[in-house]
Each structure stands twice: as C-alpha cells, then as structure tokens.
C-alpha cells in the first residue's frame, strides 16, 4: 500500500483537517516534476545529439562506503553555496512570556527557499510556503490538544483525591473520622498513584508512602451517575440532593464513572500521540520525494527543524500515559496489569470469515425457499384459490412484519458498509462500545438468518382451503407466525452472551429511553431509534394484529373480524401511528428545556403536523368522508412540504446558497455530487407514498390489498435508510468541525473552592 492511502486510513476522522494535507503536497511535486521533465525536453535546453548524465553509470566505479559507513557522522560539510533552504522558528510573544522552545512556547516556522531564481523556482517557492502553513497547522493543534489534555489530568487527579478519600470513608468509616480534618501538605502531581493508607506507614522496602487526605471531602458533591425517570422528576422539582451519603453504591457508581473516563482519556492520549507520530512521518515521505524529484538536499535541514520542533520534543502525552495506566491498573484492576492493559488498550475487531460463510449460506437458502415458494403456489394453482382472500387478510399481514423487519436491517447493513467505506465514524457517533459494534457482515447475517426461517415458515404455512372435516386449519401451521415472533423477541432480551448481546443491550437501553421519554436526556441514539420507528408504522400495527388475531380471533378458521369490526380496535390502529411521532414530540421538548437547540421547537411542530397527518389520513380510510379527504389531503401535504425541507436542510445540512459545492454542503464525503441530489428528489417522491390513500387506491387488478400497503411501508423503509445515510453523515462533519473524538463522560464528583469549580 502507497504511504498516502495508509496515512488516510490510518487518521483520525475527526481530525482529518488538522492532519498535514499529504495529498496537495503531492499534487505540488507532481507539477513541479512536470515542469522538470518539459526543461529536459526542450531542445534548446538538451541538443538531439547530446547524451544523458553519467552519474548511474560512474556510481558503479566508485569506492564501496561499506555498511555501516552511514551511521557515522562522516557526511560531508555541505557550503553555503549547496544550502538550498533556511528554516526559522518566528515568535509571536516576548521571551519571558514563551521560554524555551520545547516547553510549547508559541512559535512559527518560515523556510526561505535560496533557489527561487533557478527556472522553475516559482514551483519549489510554493511548495515551501504550503509545507509552513501545514507544519505551523500541525503544531498548532497538536499544542491545543496537549494544553487540552493537561487540564483534563488536573481534573483527573482531583477525581481521583475525591475517590481515594471516598474509597476511605466508606469501607473504614471509623479510621477516616480521625483524619477528615486533616489536610495534605504534600505536593500533587497529576495522576500520580496514590496509596490508600489512611496513615503514613512504611513498608518491607523502607519506602514511605504520603497518606491519603479525607479533606477534600469537605469541597465535593456528588454527581448523579444514573438518570431514572424518578431523578428527573426529583430535579424539575428542585428536591434532588447531591450531599455525599457514604455508601457503598455511591462508591460503585463512582468508580465505573471515572473508570469510563480513565478509559476515555487514555484514547484520547494514544490518538494524539498516534497523530504526532503520523504527521512526522508524512513530512519526512514528503521531503525525500522532494529531494527525489529535484536532486537536492533540502530534507535533512527541515526534517532537523521538525526533530527539533513541539510536535517531537514534547513527552507530556507520554508521561500522561505512562501515569494513566498505571493508576488505572492500580486503582481499578487491584494491580493486575494484563486485565488493565486489555480494558485500556483493547484489541481491534476481527472479521469472521464463518460469518461471511454463514452469510452466504443463508442468502442461498432464502432464495431457494422464494423459488420453492413460487413453484408450490405455481403448482397448485393458490392465486386463483377460494381462500385466497382470507389468506391475503390474516396471514399475509402477520408475515410481512418479518419482511419489513428484514428490509430495515438490510438498509442498515447498506448504510453501515458506505459509513465504513467512507471513514464515517459510526460506531463513535452512536456511543457504541468499542470492538463491539456490528459491521454490515454482522447485520446481514442477522437478516439473512430472519429471512430463511420467516421464508420457511411461510413455506410451511400455504394451504389455502381448510379441512372439510374439521372446518379449520392446522393449529401447528397457524401458530408458526406467533412462534416466530416470540422466538425473535426472546432472542432480543436473552441475558446470555450470544446473538451480540452488548448490541442487543444498547438498543434495548434506548427503546427504554424512548418509552420513559422525556424522562432522560436525549441522545442521538434515543432520537435516531424513534426516527426508526416512525418509518416502522405499520410493523407495530402488524404486532397489534397478533395481538388481536391470537387472543380474540379464531386463528384456527383464520377469522379476524373480531378485529376488523371492533371499535376499539380502530382506536388502537390509531394510536399505534402515532405514539412514535408522540415521542420524538416529548424528546424534542426535553432538548427545548434544557436549552442545548432552540430549533427544536420548530422540530417539535414538524412531528406534531405529522400526528394530525397520520390521524386525519386514518380515519378517512376507515369513513371514506368527502370532508375528512379534504383534511386529510390538506394536512398531509402540510405535513410533508414541511418535513421535506427539515429532512434535506436541517438533518442533511443541504441547499446552501452560498457553498462551495452550489445547492449543498461546504464538505461532502461521497465523491459524486450527483447523488446528493438524487437523493433530495427520491426522498420528496417517497414522502408523497400517502396519496395512494386520499386518492382511494386501495388495490390493484393484479394486486390485492394487503400487498399494495406492505409495498408503500417498504418504500417508507427505503426512505428512512436513504435518510440514515446522510443523517449520520452530517453528523460526522459536525464532529469533524468541532474535533471530537471520543467521548465525553461525566465525572462522579464537582468540586467548588472559591473560584474552581469543575
């Protein structure tokens, strides 16, 4: 692999701006090169008859250096008049206020480049001045992000004084009485492993150990690790308390709190140090290809003033991390560095070939079952059956919840391959655990694996006519599409480690978010779930006809109008439509009050028009009223205009007037402008599936009923995943933009003295 693709791909997403621009670089030597190999040609420059340099063919006649003769200081003192660059650092502040070099003080580097009068020195002058501006870019974030994680340590090592103390008074309550008003005179350095005596004691080594001090406790609180419904009712009520009440489950939920946080930051420092690394290495590849192209030496000055520079000399990010683990192992793993280095440094995730191979095997057999399928109803002749009709209203709806489940998890399969593809960082976008998000192989396994049981149960599940003796159908037959469905939802909650289950958690920890909304703080997970399911309607109505069908319908002569003729039952379809649109209301009204969007608002009324839509359609195709087609149509094209623009400007960040790429964003990720906008017009002709309602086309001379909604709810699923796409891709820029790269954790504990608070 060319070193241009491997530092690509080996870049933080996230900071891709601040990285040097290898790749312009580039371009520049590659003009430069054209510009060189035009001088040779030139025939004024080179005569026909003239013959190329000798300089290969007299490197064959020279004296053999030797091995090792490099790594001597024996090369040559170069003159003045072979110096080809001259490199300055520039400072901005007085000396006193900047010190030296390689204490971070705020310099910049300017290269004068000595040969601009040379032919095609204009080129070369270019180059330099780019390889400034991306080197004083370098140092310039790198000491940014090193000032950055020095005030995270303080922070931490103040949490961690806060734990130790803690750890004291709860598990030796007495002994920490006799110090609680002492204090620690003693110099604190940050994240320096502490010992937990609560006294100053030697040991078998005759070293001394500082004690702990339980002083701190008189300036902390505690923060609320855990949010429940029951915290936030507590909080608008103003009668949540954070007074320390020294217990041991105070003390857990701090220590997995700041443990997270160790976690994090310890990320945090292996990224900025990775970055550090990388940017050298580019600016040495960039400059022994200059030397290459141009037959100078100029590499060995600048990459002196690289070596020499911030972005090397500065070792705080490896001291951060030397301390951070061996706190972390002491503090958090009892000492026991193998588990500590596994939690800190966890191994990267591996693909599976059986599940490639599981993969393919389940496709294959999805497929013969539909080709099993087509020939059992070619061969008997089922499309022309008497019990067609009754097939189409009882069964067909029970099964097609399967085939819509199986197209969502194919569209996200979709869209996690082109997020993988295009370095859309996904798995940090949603807050997954690391190593243990699903890649597409993952979730095409999973719909491949629903297809071929749904497929065979359908399979299983073709008779038409019902037994003259009996009057009914088989119960075993009739009861496989309820067994399904308890099968995949006690897979869902299944506590054992199989099927994913550290997926299965996180998604069931935000449809509890979802329920209890606005009781918890809304996430991007807890929100993009809810859009999930607001493009999943008739897959809950489809549950709420197993509901019915099982347990007030006579299953057995496949008779539902015990369903179809219940008021209540039309009551219900109603309000299955609109409790996700309901929640997405709520969670846009918790963001609204605790003030992180004002927009969403406006966000808020979008999914409320969308509520008065779905309603008003709704009963109209249950009264089939000339009035309520009226309002219907009225509301539902409302509805749609308006969540078209919130879709394409505000979710997509699309139609910019004034960008760089006309009618889009400054910054796009696929290489085809063209998409974007064919993107834009499918989703406008997607939303407007709901005519086929208010314009009473309820079936088809070739197309029964059923099938025509099963048809506009997979064209909805196909939108939403369309959406999923450039929903998470925005999102992505917005990280990019502010430079965040891992996570933000809470910590256990906020400390006010005076004027610190953290």
């Known amino acids: 692999m060319k070193f241009g693709k491997e530092f690509a791909s080996q870049t933080v997403p996230e900071w891709q701006e601040a990285y040097m621009n290898y790749n312009y670089l580039k371009t520049l030597l590659k003009e430069i090169l054209i510009f060189r190999h035009r001088q040779f040609r030139s025939p004024e420059n080179h005569p026909v008859n003239s013959r190329p340099p000798l300089q290969k063919r007299m490197s064959l006649f020279r004296a053999f250096s030797g091995l090792t003769g490099g790594y001597g200081n024996t090369s040559p003192k170069k003159d003045k008049e072979d110096e080809v660059i001259l490199v300055s650092a520039m400072q901005h502040q007085s000396d006193e206020e900047l010190g030296d070099i390689n204490n971070g003080s705020n ?58 103390a803690f750890r004291i008074k709860v598990n030796d309550p007495d002994a920490a009485t006799h110090f609680i008003n002492q204090t620690n005179t003693g110099v604190s350095y940050p994240l320096e492993v502490i010992h937990e005596e609560n006294q100053e004691k030697k040991v078998d080594d005759g070293k001394e150990y500082k004690m702990a001090s339980l002083e701190v406790l008189n300036h902390i609180k505690f923060n609320p690790t855990t949010e429940s419904p029951r915290s936030t009712m507590k909080s608008v009520f103003r009668i949540l308390r954070s007074d320390l009440h020294y217990n041991k489950k105070e003390l857990k939920d701090a220590q997995e709190k700041l443990k997270q946080a160790f976690i994090e930051f310890h990320e945090k420092l292996r990224l900025l140090k990775n970055y550090a690394f990388l940017n050298q290495l580019a600016f040495s590849k960039i400059m022994k290809k200059y030397d290459k192209i141009t037959s100078r030496n100029a590499s060995d000055a600048y990459l002196r003033m690289v070596e020499e520079s911030y972005l090397s000399q500065s070792d705080e990010v490896t ?128 719909a491949s694996g629903l297809s071929v049981v749904t497929l065979a149960g359908v399979l299983s599940n073709l008779e038409m006519d019902m037994d003259r003796n009996t009057q009914s159908y088989k119960a075993l037959t009739e009861l496989v599409p309820l067994g399904l469905v308890i099968v995949v939802l006690l897979i869902a909650v299944c506590p054992f480690n199989i099927f994913y289950r550290s997926s299965r958690y996180f998604m069931l920890v935000c449809l509890w978010h979802c329920i209890c909304a606005p ?28 509901v019915c069908y099982y347990g007030w319908g006579d299953f057995k002569q496949r008779n539902a109008e015990t369903c179809s003729q219940s008021d209540v039952y039309d009551v219900i379809f109603i309000v299955i439509a609109v409790v996700p649109y309901w929640i997405r209301v709520l969670q846009c009204i918790r963001r609204l009050c605790e003030g992180h969007d004002s927009t969403q608002a406006l966000n808020g009324l979008k999914y409320f028009s969308t509520i008065v839509a779905v309603v008003t359609r709704t009963i109209y195709s249950q009264r089939k009223e000339m009035t309520m087609r009226i309002v219907a149509t009225s509301t539902s094209l409302f509805a749609t205009i308006f969540s078209t623009y919130w879709d394409i400007v505000k979710d997509w960040g699309l139609l910019c007037k004034n960008s760089q790429n006309p009618w889009l964003r400054d910054k796009l990720i696929l290489p085809n402008r063209s998409i974007y906008f064919v993107a834009m017009v499918a989703n406008v002709i997607l939303r407007l599936a709901w005519m086929q309602t208010v314009l009473d086309i309820t079936s088809a001379p070739f197309l029964h009923s059923q099938a025509l909604i099963a048809i506009v709810a997979s064209l909805e699923i196909i939108r939403r995943g369309i959406w999923n796409f450039f929903r998470l891709e925005n999102e992505h820029l917005n990280n990019v933009g502010k430079f965040r790269a891992v996570k933000s954790v809470p910590l256990p504990f906020s400390y006010e003295d005076g004027n610190k608070d953290l």
């Open 107 to 164: 310099h910049s580097y300017q290269t004068i480049f000595l040969r601009s009068s040379e032919d095609g020195g204009e080129f070369e002058l270019v180059f330099f001045r780019k390889l400034d501006d991306e080197f004083n870019k370098v140092i310039s974030f790198y000491r940014s992000k090193v000032e950055e994680v020095m005030k995270q340590a303080e922070e931490l090592n103040i949490q961690m004084d806060a734990l130790i």
């Open 319 to 446: 001291k951060l991390i030397d301390r951070v683990e061996a706190a972390f192992v002491k503090h958090f793993c009892n000492g026991n560095r193998h588990q500590g280095m596994n939690m800190l440094r966890p191994k990267a995730k591996k693909d599976r070939h059986r599940v490639t191979f599981f993969v393919g095997c389940f496709f294959g057999c999805s497929l013969a079952l539909v080709v099993a399928i087509i020939i059992t109803i070619r061969a008997r002749n089922l499309l022309k059956s008497e019990g067609r009709n009754q097939y189409m209203n009882t069964i067909f709806p029970l099964y097609s919840l399967f085939g819509f489940l199986v197209l969502h998890l194919l569209m996200f399969a979709g869209n996690v391959y082109y997020w993988t593809r295009y370095r859309v960082n996904y798995s940090f976008i949603f807050g997954f655990k690391q190593s243990t998000e699903l890649g597409f192989r993952e979730v095409l396994l999973l």
């Open 519 to 546: 009781f918890y703080t809304v996430t991007l997970p807890d929100f993009f779930l809810a859009d999930q399911f607001t493009s999943q309607v008739q897959l809950l109505r489809s549950l709420q006809f197993y």
